[in-house]
């Protein structure tokens, strides 16, 4: 059987001096942390409460923490956690946006990320293609009014279509097997050199579809900004499972609405911190952009949720582990 990153740190880590606290479980999260610390002999905290100045105590006592991506990490949190002895952030997620790694660094915690399966980003990527080019969102809404005509535009087949992956680590290249598999024609495009990539505005020129894959930091904020939308090809297919903010909302909705293109299907959208992960059907959702693109019969939304599948959360809590186990084991050669 296949050992777990965590269990491979086992035979090289010393005992853990202190308790590793675990922000943000669920309920299912929670009971996978607990047994995989009990069979590596890891003593945690586990708490729902969310990472914050005021729960910042919980973690009173430990050098490591762990937390979700669900919430921004504040500055005045990460002061509260270092006044309570942290000196390790692990957050269970590729991506690293919602934390401010310098001024962890500049405290002297540390920031880790975790690497969990590509499968499920890529598969659920490849099911936004789809819904959007078959017009699944309309479909649906017309079939549950007990509407069964065929709708007025048919479907486009990916054998038929360029599809440009923009950014090719583990999920961008997960993706594009996929592709290759329906038969699409493939073009990439990442800011590592590499053979056969494309530089970005010829992708976007020469792309039926465009789908996002690549971290949000610094340069690739609105990524996909006013300029860059225009350039896309009329009619094309714009799919983000990578980052809100790699798109200029915005720029998108008025694409949308004057047709230059056709169809948009976002698992991210900017600004979906306190919005996602809640239920605000009772009242007047406080975001007007996803309102709107909510409103589109060619727009799909999900809410961040193309991680979500039981093999990535177990390797989640297994990296997690292990990101605590390393850190352990190289500050105890320090003291050493």
Known sequence: MRSSPAADQR????????????????????????????????????????????????????????????????????????????????????????????????????????????????????????????????????????????????????????????????????????????????????????????????LLRSSDVVTLHTPLDRDSRHLLDAGRIARMRPGAVLVNTGRGALVDTAALVAALEDGHLAAAALDVVEGERGIFYADHGSGPLDHPALARLQEMPNVVISPHTAFHTDHALADTVEQTLATCLDFERRSSRGRA
């Not at 598969?123 to 079939?143: C, N």
């Open 11 to 202: 035979a090289v880590s010393p005992a853990l001096p202190t308790t590793i606290t675990i922000y943000g479980c669920d309920p299912d999260e929670a009971a996978l942390f607990r047994a995989a610390s009990s069979r590596l002999g890891i003593r945690t905290a586990i708490s729902a409460l969310p990472v914050m100045e005021d729960t910042a105590e919980l973690a009173r006592g430990s050098r490591c923490v762990s937390v979700g991506h669900r919430y921004d990490v504040s500055r005045t949190t990460l002061r509260a956690l270092r006044r309570a002895g942290v000196e390790h952030l692990s957050t269970r997620s590729i991506g690293d946006d919602h934390i401010d790694r310098a001024y962890a660094a500049r405290l002297g915690i540390e920031v880790a990320t975790v690497r969990y399966s590509p499968d499920s980003v890529a598969d659920f990527t490849l099911m936004l293609v789809l819904m959007a080019l078959r017009h699944a969102k309309s479909m649906v809404r017309r079939a549950d009014l007990h509407d069964y005509r065929l709708a007025d535009e048919r479907g486009r087949e990916l054998r038929d279509l360029t599809v440009g992956v923009v950014g090719t680590g583990r999920i961008g290249s997960a993706v594009v097997t996929r592709l290759h598999a329906f038969g699409a024609r493939v073009l990439t495009h990442d800011k590592r050199p590499g053979a056969g990539h494309v530089p970005l505005d010829e």
